[in-house]
């Protein structure tokens, strides 16, 4: 059974950073972010496959967020800079099956293995 654990959500001002965490129990897997605002439909943030060696964001924050994994560790980070406003949202971490996989995917039903989200909140 594939656990996923998130943390390191909060408020932060615009402009600052935050890291996420996401430690994952069981399976090498293929890891996203995802992200819903009050009113909004879950929406992909980025990706990255079971090694690490590759990486894929959505445009929106293309630039300003990098997707790192520890596998020694088993966990995943979200280093967040530049948050606006627009970032407020609960962030997911999400996961599947991982060597061989097609990577990247994008759409949360492609998705096995679910966090139960962390809150991030950016004052303007």
């Known amino acids: 059974q594939v656990q996923l654990v998130e943390s390191g959500g909060g408020l932060v001002q615009a402009g600052g950073s935050l890291r996420l965490s996401c430690a994952a129990s069981?399976?090498?897997?293929?890891m996203g972010w995802f992200r819903q605002a009050p009113g909004k439909e879950r929406e992909f943030v980025a990706a990255?496959?079971?090694?690490?060696?590759?990486?894929y964001y959505a445009n929106s924050v293309k630039g300003r967020f990098t997707f790192a994994r520890d596998n020694a560790k088993n966990t995943v980070y979200l280093q967040m800079n530049g948050l606006n406003p627009d970032d407020t949202a609960v962030y997911y971490c999400?996961?599947?099956?991982?060597?061989?996989?097609?990577?990247?995917?994008?759409?949360?039903?492609?998705?096995?293995?679910w966090g139960q989200g962390t809150q991030v909140a950016v004052s303007s």
């Open positions: 990255i496959n079971w090694s690490g060696s590759s990486t």
């Open positions: 069981g399976r090498t897997l293929n």
């Open positions: 999400a996961a599947y099956a991982g060597i061989g996989a097609y990577f990247p995917k994008v759409r949360g039903y492609e998705y096995e293995y």
